[in-house]
């Protein structure tokens, strides 16, 4: 099964708006609205961020968004902020032989 | 509240073998079922599979069959990954992640603090 695609890096400065897209196919990211979006901190666990494509945990800032398009999903953060500087991933939920499929990861700058 | 928390950090020669653990609290262990995912360093997330708290069945990724056993315990609330014939390209952190199939919720929460596993004679 292969990985779902993301852009190696992304930057942005401070205050700025960013996205993050995250592309697989049919069968995982366009089959399914179980896409979820994870930051990781250097050394760190990491952490959930948005689940089931569009959806903000409790705690988490509003800044963060997602969204989907056909094979695409996407994770959208405004108002750039220097703590937003990490790895982000996305996991899809597939219908392949296994039950889920991950991205290569993103790596944040912010300039 | 959920969490989840693994053991220490782990230096071992290769060939040896390594258990780790990862305690659930906060909730009924069976609530949750149990991902394991490898992050070599420097390298992304890589998932490995999961296993049924309810029933012990375990499912491995490609790549993660033989070497690699999952297993649990219900009476301390904590899953188990045994790596065997441990290879210098083991090194990593393993990570441990809830998440609940039976109540349709696809994602990933909570996670354990990592564990990282050298293997170097």
């Known amino acids: 099964q292969s990985a779902l695609t993301q852009p190696a890096s992304v930057s942005g400065s401070p205050g700025q708006s960013i996205t993050i897209s995250c592309t697989g196919t049919s069968s995982d990211v366009g089959g399914y609205n179980f896409v979820s979006w994870y930051q990781q901190h250097p050394g760190k666990a990491p952490k959930l961020m948005i689940y089931?494509?569009?959806n903000r945990p409790s705690g988490i800032s509003n800044r963060f968004s997602g969204s989907k398009s056909g094979n695409t999903a996407s994770l959208t953060i405004s108002g750039l902020q220097a703590e937003d500087e990490a790895d982000y991933y996305c996991?899809?939920?597939?219908?392949?032989?296994?039950?889920?499929?991950f991205g290569i990861g993103t790596k944040v700058t912010v300039l | 509240q959920v969490q989840l928390v693994q053991s220490g950090s782990e230096l071992k020669k290769p060939g040896a073998s390594v258990r780790i653990s990862c305690k659930a609290s906060?909730?009924?262990?069976?609530?949750?079922?149990i991902n394991w995912v490898r992050q070599a360093p420097g390298q992304g997330l890589e998932w490995m599979g999961w296993?049924?708290?309810?029933?012990?069945?375990?499912t491995y990724a490609q790549g993660f069959t033989g070497r690699f056993v999952f297993s649990w315990d219900t009476s301390v609330s904590t899953a188990y990954l045994q790596i065997s014939s441990l290879r210098p390209e083991d090194t990593a952190v393993y990570y441990c992640?809830?998440?609940?199939?039976?109540?349709?919720?696809?994602?990933?929460?909570?996670w354990g603090q990592g564990t990282l596993v050298t293997v170097s004679s």
């Open positions: 996991i899809s939920y597939t219908s392949g032989n296994t039950p889920f499929v």
């Open positions: 296993i049924n708290t309810n029933t012990g069945d375990p």
């Open positions: 089931d494509v569009s």
């Open positions: 906060g909730y009924m262990f069976t609530t949750y079922a």
């Open positions: 992640a809830g998440w609940r199939p039976a109540s349709m919720v696809f994602w990933f929460d909570p």
